[in-house]
């Protein structure tokens, strides 16, 4: 019916691995690598069960990844699947934990025979739920639980996924999942990216007949759809001891999985609230295949001290340890560490309100097409309290995460803070992300409710973004606005619970009433959930407590002189809401929240004038187009503009020459560009003076390491900054070390750093190779007077037969170039033998075929270009336009320009990037 096992057959198999034995009275087919430990003691035992329509190949990566880390690992073939005997026999969950048990005692992994080696269980779709019975049953054999896409509990009056109602309906039932292969190929097509044909091969060749298949079809109808199926009190049962477990557990998600939503992994989470996650962005059901599951299964098992210790020969030779930041050996740890907190007295983010509760002076400004809305301290710190008192009564409660799709304004600043004030973790995943990438933000944060704009709410129904939902005011009308309560369809249609007018009048009684809000939220307590802007990758929430928060806030203030009597204008709305915390009366401007670039000087002007502003913060991008609109200032906005004390510009790094072009509009302000990241901000900062003075230093050679990059500055207080240095491969493997002119990967400590990724196990555990510091991904140097040079990323390096190149100081030199407006620095070809390429997008106005088709470029730029460059440039393109990150509008997309720029030379249909 299945045939005899063929493992040479298998791609990625060794064939030692193929085994059987009988247990039960049934024979079983298993994959097992003890052959491949060389003899040594095992570590412990992996033991992998897989789902449906999958067999033991599917763990094929894990056997190889445990021997190579010095684990046993059994993967085995369920009854009726791969390999094992078709019994003829209809197994129901109860009976495949019992049999599985079975088979373990025989094997020696359990019972009398046990062999006295910790098990880790490792389960996929319904094997998860298997290997989870499995656990339940085995306390004393049990190490730890490792799951992958997979459901232990389906709610009441909730359907199953579709493709499961669809496999279970009587028409397609017995067609698709026996009579032929269809459920087994819809299956593989799942994969991203697509599995080869010799591994779709392996995975079709137990299952070539109809009776080779019959498991499958008997998997499918033993989903316990609800109470009255044979297998839901088995279920129950499971899940409810899947509560009790307390050992180390590791959930990684695909979270493009058409079978097991969303809502499978947050009840996971609930039953283990101690679980390590990594959520493996654009991955799917059959996450094993897809993602890197093996190499995190076993480093976690390393890092969480899984097993038994690792034998000699796994450790580096002479026991070395890796060197630390300051010079001591790495310290040992079981899971990523977290930086010190902040020292000091502790203020909550929010306690400027409370200060300032009865003060008349403004607080917020927004303005918009729409006009002009504004709060008072004294009605910001009302409306703060009775959003809080209504949010409270409405069910929102301390800890649930709250995610607030609200431009900035009003809105946004009251909600902010009546959230962290009740202590809900807010969860602010910006428009600036893009549909696609705040989908993937906000479905990833897991929020319990969303407050937001119509527009929000509407895509949050339509793209199943999970949370109770509640309307804030829609654009174009004023801080009293509520959708009319005749609007009982469009309610009910997209499920919206209530209104922030609601709340706040709900809230209003209660306070009138002697309501209290709950206590105050613990220092160390998640605050709020922010996302890098995702110009190298999907973005990445990270976590940031109270603590942390308030001492980002502490730092902004003292490096800046932000105060009550200092006025903030912010082009980016997370500086309006620091501003707001640090006391001083803040204002947004006019402008795309999704687009900084249409910032306009004549908006950026009326911001100014209606705060009398000390302060104006803007991106590069957004700073361009001020100065390219400046002609269009009248007198008063010009005036407001004159005033400006202190400008700063962040978000991607920026050259001096276009630093000062700020002068013409702001012409007595202070010029700073700090530098800094989501996860900690700002890490340095520089005066436009003090990045000129670096710049002569660099041209004199009278400071070691001086130049090659953008100077940043010096850190600001409590940033401690270290470069682990680049090997000829371009990879940071380095010591971390301070000594001048080295390139490598930039590595920070503050007490303001995040606190961590947000269910990112692996790439938290990646950023913190030394506990209490945080991996930037940004390649730079320091110099020998302690400032910072920025030279490009880590995965941005180019590796030439000449060696390492970094992309920002040609990239520099280019910008400089009269006609060029944006220019990125890529390689070409594999590394150690890239060619450098340089993409440009030149002005309209100064170049005529600016705007034409991707091309080489002319031969005039070309040779502009290779006259400033301090390396061999293979070729020089011109786009029309340079894709820049969605947020800034101000980091190039190298990863994206290089992979056209190597279609376009080489011939390829290669389109714009």
Known sequence: ??????????????????????AGGHRWHYLDNLSSLGGAE???????????????????????????????????????????????????????VRELGELTDVLGLSGPLWDGRPVVTVGHDWGGIVSLGWAVDHPRELAAVVLTNTAVHHAARTKVPYLLRLARSRRVHGPATEATPTFLEVTLALARPALAPEVKAAYRAPYRSAAGRAGIAAFVEDIPVDAAHPSHAELERIAAGT????????????????????RYLRDLLDRLPHADVHRFEGAGHLVVEDAAVAGTLVHWLERRRVGRPAAERDR???????????????????????????????????????????????????????????????????????????????????????????PPGVDLTTALFACLRLGAVVVLADAGLGLKGLTRAVRGAAPDHIIGIEKALVAARLLGWPGR?????????????????????RRRTFRIFGSIRELLARGAVLDDAGGQLPPEPDPDADATILFTSGSTGPAKGV???????????????ATYGLSPERSFVAGFAPFALLGTATGATSATPDMDVTSPATLTAAALGDAAAAIDAYAVFASPSALANVVRTADALSPAQRAA??????????????????????????????LHTPYGMTEVLPVTDVSLEQVEAAEADARAGAVAGAGGGSCVGTPVAGVRVRIVPLDDQGQATGRPTDEAGITGEVLVTAPHLKDRYDRLWATQDASATWPGWHRTGDVGHLDAAGRLWIEGRVSHVIVTPDGVVTPVQLENDVLALP???????????????????????????????????????????????????????????????????????????????????????????????
């Open 469 to 489: 939902k509640f309307i804030a005011v829609p654009g174009g009308h004023d801080v009293g606005y509520t959708p009319p309560r005749t609007a009982h369809t």
């Open 1 to 22: 019916m299945t045939g005899r096992p063929a493992p040479e057959a298998w791609p990625g198999v060794d064939p030692a691995w193929s085994r059987e034995v009988v």
């Open 243 to 262: 509560r009790g477990l307390r050992v180390p557990a590791l959930v990684m998600w695909g979270p493009r999985d058409p079978v097991f939503y969303e």
């Open 641 to 670: 503009l004159a005033r400006v004390r202190l400008f700063l510009s962040a978000g991607a790094p920026i050259a001096s020459e276009r630093l000062a072009r700020a002068r013409t509009v702001m012409p007595a302000a202070e």
């Open 42 to 96: 095992p570590r412990g035992t992996l033991l992998c069960v897989h789902g449906n329509p999958t067999w033991a190949y599917l763990w094929r990566s894990v056997l190889a990844a445990g021997a190579a880390a010095g684990w046993r690992a059994v993967a085995v073939d369920q009854l009726e699947m791969g390999y094992s005997e078709r019994t003829g026999v209809t197994h129901r969950l109860a009976d495949r």
């Open 316 to 406: 580096p030779a002479g026991g070395a340890a890796v060197g630390g930041p300051d010079g001591g050996a790495e310290e040992p740890r079981d899971h990523p560490a977290r930086p010190a907190a902040p020292a000091g007295e502790y203020r909550p983010l929010y306690a400027a309100l409370e200060e300032q509760a009865d003060s008349p002076v403004t607080a917020v400004v927004a303005l918009s097409g729409a006009g002009r809305s504004e709060l008072s301290w004294a009605e910001l710190a009302a409306r703060v309290r009775h959003l809080a008192l209504g949010l409270a009564d409405a069910g929102v409660r301390p800890g649930q995460r709250v995610s607030l799709l609200v």
């Open 819 to 913: 006609a060029v407006r944006r220019a990125a620095v890529v390689g070409v070809g594999p590394v150690g033998a890239q060619q450098v390429v340089v993409v440009v997008e030149t002005d309209p106005e100064m170049d005529p075929g600016a705007r034409h088709r991707p091309a080489l470029a002319p031969a005039g730029l070309a040779r502009a270009v290779r006259s400033v460059a301090a390396v061999p440039v293979a070729a020089v393109l011109r786009l029309p336009e340079v894709p820049t990150d969605v947020r800034h509008n101000s980091k190039v997309e190298r990863a994206r320009i290089a992979a056209w720029a190597a279609r376009f030379l080489a011939g390829l249909r290669a389109g714009r990037p």
């Open 543 to 557: 976590v940031y407590t109270h603590r942390r928060l308030a001492g980002m806030r502490d730092v902004v203030a």
